[in-house]
């Protein structure tokens, strides 16, 4: 299992986006490459996808699941922060990575 902080305005626009969805979507952790070429830069951030329940873990805050496989778990590690910054883009945080 692993954790993901989160706090009520994040959770009202997660909320949101998964109203025009299938149900079974959850909200997946994920990493993207940012950039091209040697100035490329990984972030974390979000995407709505369904459960794969042979490599994915989830964990349900308040009414919203969220999800990772494995591999990303071990990268990053097992808590999250999730919020909006100043100019409210999302913004995932690995708590126990130095990534």
Do not use: H, P, W
Not at 28 to 54: F, Q, V
Request: hydrophobic letters at 35%.
């Amino acid at each position: 299992m692993f954790t993901v902080t989160v706090n009520e305005e994040m959770l009202a626009k997660l909320r949101s986006m998964l109203e025009d969805e299938d149900e079974g979507t959850c909200v997946r952790l994920r990493e993207y490459t940012l950039g091209g070429g040697c100035r490329s830069r990984i972030i974390l951030g979000l995407a709505l996808e369904e459960k794969d329940e042979d490599e994915d873990e989830s964990v349900t805050v308040e009414d919203v699941t969220f999800i990772a496989d494995g591999d990303f778990l071990l990268r990053y590690g097992r808590r999250f922060s999730l919020g909006l910054n100043e100019e409210k883009q999302v913004e995932v945080k690995a708590l126990d990575s130095d990534n």
